[in-house]
């Protein structure tokens, strides 16, 4: 079956750059999805097909995909931003959707 | 406004079975494939089913197949999830999440979903 890595943990301090990465076999080769979830909360899609952001996303966030990662980058970080991201792909090999583990993002 | 609203979550002893409600309203809900999502208390998002907005193509993870059914009635804008001989590793939260297509295509991802409903496996 397919396998998204996340690193479980980016810490970022208010006003810089976090990055997210989401490894997998080939992954630029599929649409990738990105989620935010606050504690508590459902998930919120923030970018789709790699890079595009559903309306009312800031452009702060941002996606791309190539080779075996693709990444959420976020600018300009603000405390609100502090959330756990997922990555998700199709698996068309198991016919599957699969989830990254996850990335608890902490503003410092 | 799309709202996605839960229901049926509760506390099941082990070998029992649930049946999970997802009421939608706001859009056309034949349109849209629909997704169950679930959440153990502490961890990451599991993926658990699929069905697509005819309801003809449906697909199920590994860890749920042969014990859950989902399904959809396009007449009451509402998706199910049938589960049976449920285990503790079963317990979590339940989320119904629409996608923004009907069919279940590679690019297929989830758009709205809803608060979630606690399902809890124990004696």
């Known amino acids: 079956s397919y396998v998204l890595t996340q690193p479980p943990s980016v810490s970022v301090a208010p006003g810089q750059t976090a990055r997210i990465t989401c490894g997998g076999n080939?992954?630029?080769?599929?649409?990738v999805h990105w989620y935010q979830q606050q504690p508590g909360q459902a998930p919120v899609l923030v970018v789709y097909?790699?890079?595009d952001r559903p309306s009312g996303i800031p452009e702060r966030f941002s996606g791309s995909n190539s080779g075996n990662t693709a990444t959420l980058t976020i600018i300009r970080v603000e405390a609100g931003d502090e959330a756990d991201y997922y990555c998700?792909?199709?698996?068309?090999?198991?016919?599957?959707?699969?989830f990254g583990g996850g990335t608890k993002l902490t503003v410092l | 406004e799309v709202q996605l609203l839960e229901s049926g979550g509760g506390l099941v002893q082990p070998g029992g079975s649930l049946r999970l409600s997802c009421a939608a309203s706001?859009?056309?809900?034949?349109?849209?494939?629909m997704t169950w999502v679930r959440q153990a208390p502490g961890k990451g998002l599991e993926w658990v089913a699929v069905i697509s907005g005819s309801g003809e193509s449906i697909y199920y993870a590994d860890s749920v197949k042969g014990r859950s059914t989902i399904s959809r009635d396009n007449s009451r804008n509402t998706l199910y999830l049938q589960m049976d001989s449920l285990r503790a590793e079963d317990t979590a939260v339940y989320y119904c999440?629409?996608?923004?297509?009907?069919?279940?295509?590679?690019?297929?991802?989830?758009?709205?979903w809803g608060q979630g409903t606690l399902v809890t496996v124990s004696s």
């Open positions: 080939n992954i630029g080769r599929k649409s």
């Open positions: 097909d790699d890079s």
């Open positions: 999440a629409k996608s923004w297509v009907i069919l279940v295509v590679p690019s297929i991802n989830f758009d709205y």
């Open positions: 706001g859009f056309t809900f034949s349109n849209y494939a």
């Open positions: 998700q792909v199709w698996d068309n090999s198991g016919d599957h959707v699969v």
